[in-house]
């Protein structure tokens, strides 16, 4: 018998745990299972077991190399397994600590639980009211005492933006505070996502619906990913930028700050002329950029190596590819409120390389100054 297992995360902890009580509630031989990593500076992890009636089983689990993250992948699915061995459960519900993301956890899962385990459904919860005050949060887990390990040196900001983009089906809490431009918001900036207010009986069975860890990790992977449409509603915009012209590396880097600031949340994917082969992720939110090479373009690849590159992201470079430079593009989502979309084209063309700058080809781009250098840790 295989048991479908539901991860609910989110740092909106009201709203994941008003999700968690509903899906008790609603779906027959439910159990929800959830590691507290509070006491994880004292070497445990907290694990409890409970069902509609309360709690079933409490126990801890030791960190493991003094991550707490790593003792909860460690610990969770034999639990797991175990309920799937009992035949009683009929959902097992992952009830995620604050800033744990669902990507790794829904991967453990899939990777780990064999014929026994699916993962059916990841939702995250949100309260449309702290939507904004948590994405321009740009405090460090560690200082709201939310970090999952000692070494975890992400922020609120950025930490519940994954949480966000990463899950199918968003679990609404409206407490009634949120306004228009909260809601707007939030379809922005996951536009593809199904939105199922908490209360609702569509949530228990969005909870079995189906979840192909795969395709989600592809979604979020900068060369292909589903990045939000132009749009402008309730005083909420998404600006779309795409261009083919590389960016002239100081120009972009002097204008960091500029850009970072201008919206609640940026991503996307970008080159620069002095490294024509890498594919550059760029990821925003808080006040805070991160950014990552996330390997090569594809046109800087031999073609044999095209075969071993998946489908999604060969049709991705596809839809961008140039005739000149392949799939190597900017293309660059901005959603925030009050969003000055030409004060934004105006910087970002600006960062790009000149009409004769662009004319002195390629080995004149490699000349100029690496500005990037200190940002990658080359």
């Known amino acids: 018998m295989t048991l479908p297992v539901a991860i609910v995360g989110g740092l909106h902890a009201d709203a994941r745990r008003a999700t968690v009580e509903r899906l008790l509630s609603s779906v027959p031989g439910s159990v929800a299972l959830h590691h507290d990593l509070q006491a994880a500076g004292c070497g445990t992890v907290v694990r409890t077991v409970r069902d509609a009636l309360g709690v079933r089983d409490t126990g801890e689990t030791p960190l493991v190399d003094d991550c707490a993250c790593c003792a909860l992948r460690e610990d969770l699915v034999p639990e797991l397994a175990r309920l799937a061995d009992e035949g009683a459960t009929g959902l097992a519900i992952v009830e995620l600590w604050d800033s744990v993301e669902p990507k790794a956890m829904a991967e453990v899962v899939a990777a780990h639980g064999g014929e026994r385990l699916a993962v059916t459904s990841v939702m995250t919860a949100v309260d449309p009211a702290l939507l904004l005050p948590y994405l321009g949060n740009g405090d460090d887990l560690s200082e709201a005492g ?218 004149a781009w490699k000349r100029l100054p690496p500005a990037f250098d200190s940002l990658l840790e080359v």
Not at 262 to 281: E, I, K, M, N, V
Not at 318 to 327: C, K, Q, R, Y
Request: glycine share 6%; proline share 6%; with cysteine.
């Open 146 to 363: 939310l970090a999952a390990a000692a070494t975890d040196r992400r922020t609120i900001a950025d930490t519940w933006a994954r949480q966000l983009e990463y899950a199918p089906v968003l679990a609404v809490l409206d407490g009634g505070e949120a306004d228009e431009e909260d809601h707007a918001l939030l379809v922005q900036l996951h536009p593809t996502a199904r939105r199922i207010p908490v209360d609702s009986d569509e949530l228990a069975a969005a909870a079995v619906a189906g979840f192909d860890v795969e395709a989600a990790a592809a979604a979020q992977h900068p060369a292909c990913a589903m990045l939000p449409q132009e749009a402008d509603d309730c005083g909420v915009g998404t600006y779309v930028w795409h261009r083919s012209r590389p960016f002239h590396p100081e120009r972009l880097y002097q204008a960091l700050e500029d850009l970072t600031c201008a919206a609640a949340r940026s991503r996307g994917r970008f080159w620069l002329a002095d490294r024509p082969d890498t594919l550059l992720a760029w990821d925003a939110a808080g006040g805070a950029l991160c950014v990552e090479s996330a390997g090569p373009w594809l046109a800087s690849l031999p073609d044999a190596a095209w075969e071993m590159v998946p489908p999604v992201r060969r049709a991705a470079a596809a839809l961008d590819w140039h005739p000149e430079h392949g799939d190597r593009c900017q293309h660059l989502v901005f959603t925030s409120p009050g969003l000055d979309r030409d004060g934004l084209e105006r910087l970002l063309e600006s960062c790009l390389l000149t009409d004769s700058e662009y004319a002195a080809g390629r080995k």
